[in-house]
């Protein structure tokens, strides 16, 4: 364990580190060694770790190659860390723009496509609609500007789904298939020990 003065030194000397630095997150697992959220998955920046690590916070399970140094120490960055203690996990999806698109699959709810995303109000709020789950849809660009403050039923538009609010299960199930798009082997062990075996 780091003595004051090297913690002082991890927090404090290293605002300029190496671009390839940058691309060294550690994932962050609960204190039942499952990851805090899958979808978006639970990632801190190496700073983050290190300074979780010297305040005694977490445990380092896996270790990038690459080294940080200090005036007295060096320690080399964690690629997974778990929580000391336990965080009780939200029950609820919360309402996100990376929520809204992992649930719709990444596809524009009226016409499929995957470009140019945004999101509409089914009911535009022009006309009474609310900003919820069960209101708002991804949409491509050409779609929203189509359908603009009008219903569906003057927009010759139709819904592929209603949309609803998620279960995290359903987030769960949905996001399995869109992994992020960086995946360091020392996180596979701790990502998918939980997955239903095929068989």
Not at 50 to 61: N, P, Q, S
Request: glycine share 4%.
């Amino acid at each position: 364990m780091l003595d004051h003065a090297d913690r002082t030194d991890f927090r404090h000397h290293f605002t300029r580190e190496a671009a390839s630095l940058r691309r060294h997150p550690a994932l962050v697992l609960n204190a039942d060694f499952r990851p805090l959220s899958y979808y978006p998955l639970s990632l801190w920046p190496w700073q983050e770790a290190i300074k979780a690590v010297c305040l005694d916070r977490v445990t380092i399970l896996a270790e990038y190659e690459e080294v940080v140094r200090s005036q007295r120490t060096e320690i080399r960055l964690p690629s997974v860390v778990v929580l000391k203690e336990f965080v009780q996990p939200r029950k609820r999806v919360a309402f996100t723009r990376f929520n809204l698109f992992l649930r719709d699959e990444f596809e524009c709810q009226y016409c499929g496509c995957k470009d140019h995303l945004t999101f509409d109000h089914v009911i535009p709020r022009s006309r009474g609609g609310v900003t919820s789950w069960e209101n708002v849809v991804a949409a491509c660009s050409p779609c929203n500007l189509k359908k603009a403050n009008k219903p569906l039923s003057r927009c010759g538009l139709k819904l592929r789904r209603m949309p609803k609010r998620p279960s995290s299960e359903d987030m769960l199930r949905i996001g399995r298939r869109f992994p992020p798009g960086h995946l360091h082997k020392s996180w596979m062990d701790f990502l998918y020990w939980d997955a239903e075996l095929e068989e």
